[in-house]
């Protein structure tokens, strides 16, 4: 992976940018006094955006956007005061799942993403979870 950003006194600042082995971009961040502070991004490997957030001073705040591989949305979920509160929700067709915090969303976890959740909510809350 080929990285490019700027060191000062041995502390990354600014703008760094990881790259795929393709040559695509892997995900860029910006650092403050070596701290991530400001707008983080990933891809996908194939270029499609996958994730967007803000960091400030090394946490997740405010509105976190991530995308399919095919480049569709998939949840847009907000960060307060470090607690994560999920907004909307769309399966792979498009379906919206979960909307304003009401819903659900189903989730894989692990390597080849063998373990699938249902998670249920209400107004933001979890009030249920399923294995599948």
Avoid: C
């Avoid at 499609?48 to 847009?76: H, P």
């Amino acid at each position: 992976m080929k990285t490019h950003g700027f060191l000062e006194d041995d502390i990354k600042v600014g703008t760094w940018t990881y790259y795929y082995v393709n040559g695509h971009r892997f995900k860029e961040i910006t650092y403050e006094n070596g701290i991530e502070n400001g707008p983080w991004t990933m891809w996908h490997e194939n270029g499609n955006l996958y994730i967007e957030r803000f960091q400030d001073r090394g946490r997740t705040v405010g509105i976190w956007k991530e995308y399919y591989e095919n480049g569709s949305l998939k949840e847009v979920r907000e960060y307060r005061n470090g607690e994560y509160f999920p907004s909307d929700f769309w399966n792979e067709s498009g379906d919206q799942l979960l909307l304003n915090g009401n819903g659900k969303k189903i989730e894989s976890f692990g390597a080849g993403s063998l373990d699938v959740f249902e998670h249920y909510f209400i107004d933001g809350k979890l009030i249920k979870e399923l294995r599948l």
